[in-house]
């Protein structure tokens, strides 16, 4: 008998070893840097990149973000301060809006990552990370300014080989062109 349990254990063990999850991918683009004029107050450094993220068949999008200031930090710098971040193959699977307007006044420098929620599919290749961030800087009286960002690279579809099938996604209309100034 105790054989036969032993035997038992060696086999629920390697089924155990076999079944192992898959090794989860992040893909992420070049942080894009943007310098925000303040007005009357220090202009503040912000820097963003967006990634793509699988777990198996689970897939999310990505944007962090992390800003610095010279000079000391006082009043409020913006009105509003959203981070978009999506998944996207071919079209919007995921959003997520997140607000960091408090984190932004409150601090001189610092990060934060927006996620979307994890979305299933057996569907290899061509995902990304996509998003923009919107911001309203306090007393410029010009309103919001919407930075899109660039899509981070595709998850691969087999190793070494990416999947360049499907083009981009077009833009989000939502995307609109900071005013001159």
Request: net charge negative; hydrophobic share 30%.
């Amino acid at each position: 008998m105790t054989a036969v349990l032993s035997l038992s254990g060696v086999l629920v063990g390697a089924s155990l070893a076999a079944a192992s999850p898959a090794a989860a991918t992040t893909n992420c683009s070049t942080w894009a840097k943007k310098t925000i004029a303040l007005p009357g107050k220090p202009d503040l450094l912000v820097e963003a990149r967006t990634c793509v993220l699988t777990d198996g068949n689970y897939r999310k999008g990505r944007v962090q973000v992390k800003w610095s200031q010279d000079g000391l930090t006082y009043g409020n710098r913006f009105d509003k301060f959203v981070v978009q971040a999506r998944l996207e193959r071919s079209i919007v699977h995921a959003t997520t809006n997140c607000d960091y307007r408090h984190e932004v006044n409150s601090q001189g420098g610092g990060s934060e990552t927006c996620d979307t929620p994890f979305k299933y599919s057996s569907v290899d290749g061509s995902w990304i990370g996509d998003g923009k961030i919107v911001y309203n800087v306090n007393n410029d009286g010009k309103g919001d300014y919407t930075w899109g960002l660039k899509g981070s690279p595709s998850l691969l579809s087999a190793p070494g080989e990416e999947d360049d099938t499907v083009e981009n996604p077009a833009p989000d209309p939502a995307d609109t062109p900071e005013p001159t100034t």
